[in-house]
């Protein structure tokens, strides 16, 4: 339904069409089908990660306690896209009503942005790790932990009200058409009929303590990290440390590779096809890597599992 506004002689648009991937029936099945199982393993893994934090002794440290904040940031993210994005598989096609698209905006971009600041948090606890050993039990305290976790979560959710409350307050005119499979907040302000460019400003602007911050952050970081561990005089040494944060840096190196592929480079030099591919990564993809990447390669979240499998056990056989 679409209202008409006399004032200014235009048809405001009170819903979306998202026109998802334009592809085969087959296609779009087989898609629809693996995004299913996709969310499935993702939902799985992270609140495993989030399980296994909150209940196993051994992991109640300051690195788990963030990495299971990044599971519940993870979760909410995929949940925000994958279900709606299996409904226009489904329907090769489906329309959103402006405030389930200003919701949807609103999640992702909080989700995306305590993202950034968890994965910078993570960063700078493997520098305490690395870099300060004998301080860290000090540095890192519980404490201190919770408080970095309530900033992340603070700044993310306050930064993207202030985008999306501004873009919800932009004119959008027919056609209503968005070629994506989510509200992101480029595509709205290609579609708006408004004056955009404040919004942009605006989104520049917020994006410093968001991005441009954290990413600095991270790479002087890993810069002392790196420079600390090739100081370490035995082999063993040295890949014992850096054992401790390569699946942090994996994980940052998926991240903001996508990321950036997305919202830095010029669109211009990315076909459709590309770009939504490149959103699938980090929307998709990240979040269902994120628990295989900390899990499968962590001795201590095995014996976690381990060691929950065997009280669910003794459990069972002494009730």
């Known amino acids: 339904m ?35 199982v996709v969310y499935c393993g993702t939902i799985c893994g992270n609140l495993l ?7 196993s002794k051994i992991l109640h440290t300051p690195m788990y306690f963030f990495i299971s904040q990044l599971s519940i940031s993870d979760i909410l993210l995929t949940t925000d896209i994958v279900p709606n ?3 226009i598989l489904f329907h090769n096609g489906a329309t959103i009503t402006f405030i389930e698209c200003m919701t949807q905006l609103y999640f992702f971009g909080a989700a995306e942005a305590s993202e950034c600041l968890l994965l910078t948090v993570m960063s700078y606890d493997r520098y305490v790790a690395i870099c300060n050993p004998l301080r860290y ?14 900033i992340c979560w603070s700044v993310g959710f306050f930064i993207t009200l202030v985008d999306v409350t501004t873009t919800s307050m932009l004119t959008f005119c027919e056609p209503n058409i968005i070629d994506h499979f989510f ?23 917020l994006s410093t303590p968001i991005v441009v911050i954290p990413t600095i952050i991270i790479i002087v970081s890993y810069t002392y990290i790196i ?12 890949q014992k440390a850096f ?12 991240f903001y590779g996508t990321l950036f592929s997305v919202y830095i480079v010029p669109t211009r030099r990315q076909t459709m096809t590309i770009s939504k591919i490149l959103s699938l990564l980090y929307t998709v993809l990240t ?19 381990q060691g929950t499998i065997l009280r669910h056990i003794i459990h069972c056989n002494h009730p």
């Open 49 to 55: 990660i989030i399980t296994l934090v909150s209940t």
């Open 137 to 150: 039990t000090s540095i890192m305290t519980s404490k201190f932990s919770m408080k970095l976790i309530v």
């Open 183 to 205: 509200c992101d907040i480029l595509y709205l302000l290609e579609i708006a009929c408004s004056d955009t460019s404040i919004i942009r400003l605006e989104v520049s602007v």
């Open 243 to 254: 054992s401790t944060c390569s699946s942090h840096l994996i994980v940052v190196s998926i």
């Open 2 to 36: 679409d209202i008409f506004d006399p004032e200014n002689n235009v048809t405001k648009v009170t819903e979306f069409f998202l026109v998802g991937f334009q592809c085969s029936q087959s296609v779009r099945f087989t898609l629809f089908c693996l995004l299913l």
């Open 85 to 87: 994005m299996l409904q």
């Open 287 to 305: 979040p269902l890597v994120n628990p295989i990447i900390y899990s499968l390669r962590n001795e201590v979240v095995w014996k976690a599992v």
């Open 227 to 238: 420079v600390t561990i090739l100081r370490i005089p035995s082999s063993t040494g040295r």
